[in-house]
């Protein structure tokens, strides 16, 4: 079997309320989408989230790899040598992993439409659903505890409160859920980088109360050791998320015991498989994993659902990525019915309706 003709797509989609986090506001988001057609007519389905900040790449970046890389990689080989197309990419595009993902997750959509299953059954199978938090950005107090209700009775059961450009505006916030709505939900917190180890120390302190479930990326991803100080002054468990982007990241903070979870993300880390690689680190290591997301459409949002049914050690996902976009052109991919994610039967990814 060889892939014989490349498509991609470019998809701007406006949210439909623009959210704030501890570096950035966003309105918008752009995902280009990759479809890869062989021979034996099967069809696989990529996406690309390019984020300046995360990822290194724009959208033009995205669509100049396509055109200047992968259509003379890809086309007319066999689509059944991924971890040859990730190396080759790791070289020809470095620094460029939402395009590295995109592929990654289009080769291993047509792998699984071969094999006649959905994805997550021919990456390891071990789950059937998983629950996803919902995030809430940062907005005043009162805006804050009326989008926490709104979630709540849609069936949510996971909160994740962004934060980090106020400490004690944060520490009220997450008094006042609780205040209001009770301990029927988990409640987790994310700085975005927005803390000092003392700030976050003194966070955690302040909130005890509250119970909150996992703190993620307190400080930022180029000191380190800051983020080793709080897990190590915390009594609940430290995420990193912006610190963790290679396989070598997620070694060496395991290694010195920096960190007690990891976020990842496939765009952020490159696609599947090098997910794979960063997810069997973090199970010798003794840490629990979270699947996470950037501002993906429906389709990006099925990859991650699929890898974090896969393995044991994923009992986190924070997947709700798609839910803000408008226009987003896929739909029926998987279902999420009272904040539970459940993967589609189809083969894949699912059935693409483009």
């Known amino acids: 079997m060889k892939i014989i003709d490349i498509e991609y797509f470019?998809?701007?989609?406006?949210?439909?309320?623009?959210?704030?986090?501890?570096?950035?506001?966003?309105?918008e988001t752009t995902n280009i989408i990759l479809k890869l057609t062989t021979d034996k007519g099967l069809t696989g389905w990529g996406c690309a989230a390019p984020d300046q900040?995360?990822?290194?790449?724009?959208?033009?970046?995205?669509?100049?790899?396509?055109?200047?890389?992968?259509?003379?990689?890809?086309?007319?080989?066999?689509?059944?040598q991924i971890a040859w197309f990730v190396d080759q990419l790791r070289t020809l595009c470095p620094n460029a992993?939402?395009?590295?993902?995109?592929?990654?997750?289009?080769?291993?959509?047509?792998?699984?439409?071969?094999?006649?299953?959905?994805?997550?059954?021919?990456?390891?199978?071990?789950?059937?659903e998983i629950p996803t938090s919902i995030t809430i950005g940062i907005l005043p107090v009162k805006e804050t505890i009326e989008q926490a209700r709104y979630f709540l009775d849609k069936g949510f059961t996971i909160l994740k409160l962004k934060g980090g450009l106020h400490l004690e505006e944060d520490i009220e916030k997450i008094i006042k859920l609780r205040e209001h709505y009770g301990r029927d939900f988990l409640l987790r917190f994310d700085a975005n980088q927005g803390?000092?180890?003392?700030?976050?120390?003194?966070?955690?302190?302040?909130t005890a109360s509250a119970g909150i479930e996992i703190l993620e990326q307190p400080t930022k991803q180029t000191k380190e050791e800051q983020l080793g100080e709080v897990t190590r002054n915390v009594p609940?468990?430290?995420?990193?998320?912006?610190?963790?982007?290679?396989?070598?990241?997620?070694?060496?903070?395991?290694?010195?015991?920096?960190?007690?979870?990891?976020?990842?993300?496939?765009?952020?880390?490159?696609?599947?498989?090098?997910?794979?690689h960063i997810n069997s680190v973090s199970k010798a290591a003794g840490m629990e994993v979270m699947v996470g997301c950037l501002d993906e459409c429906a389709l990006g949002?099925?990859?991650?659902?699929?890898?974090?049914?896969?393995?044991?050690?994923?009992?986190?996902?924070?997947?709700?990525?798609?839910?803000?976009?408008?226009?987003?052109?896929?739909?029926?991919?998987?279902?999420?019915?009272?904040?539970?994610?459940?993967?589609?039967?189809?083969?894949?990814?699912?059935?693409?309706?483009f």
């Open 236 to 276: 609940i468990p430290v995420m990193a998320d912006e610190s963790i982007k290679t396989l070598k990241d997620a070694f060496r903070l395991s290694r010195h015991d920096l960190i007690d979870m990891v976020n990842i993300k496939i765009m952020k880390v490159g696609g599947i498989l090098e997910a794979q």
């Open 97 to 128: 992993s939402s395009t590295m993902a995109m592929v990654d997750i289009a080769l291993h959509d047509l792998l699984a439409r071969k094999a006649k299953l959905p994805l997550y059954q021919l990456l390891g199978g071990y789950r059937t």
């Open 53 to 80: 900040e995360v990822t290194g790449e724009t959208p033009e970046d995205v669509i100049r790899n396509i055109d200047t890389i992968l259509i003379d990689l890809l086309k007319n080989k066999s689509p059944f």
């Open 195 to 206: 803390y000092t180890p003392e700030e976050s120390i003194s966070f955690i302190e302040k």
């Open 10 to 27: 470019r998809i701007d989609m406006p949210l439909a309320i623009p959210y704030t986090i501890a570096y950035e506001t966003v309105s």
């Open 301 to 353: 949002i099925s990859a991650g659902l699929h890898f974090a049914l896969s393995r044991r050690n994923i009992e986190y996902a924070d997947l709700d990525g798609h839910l803000d976009l408008l226009e987003d052109p896929f739909t029926n991919l998987f279902t999420l019915k009272n904040g539970i994610l459940y993967p589609s039967h189809e083969y894949g990814l699912g059935a693409v309706n």
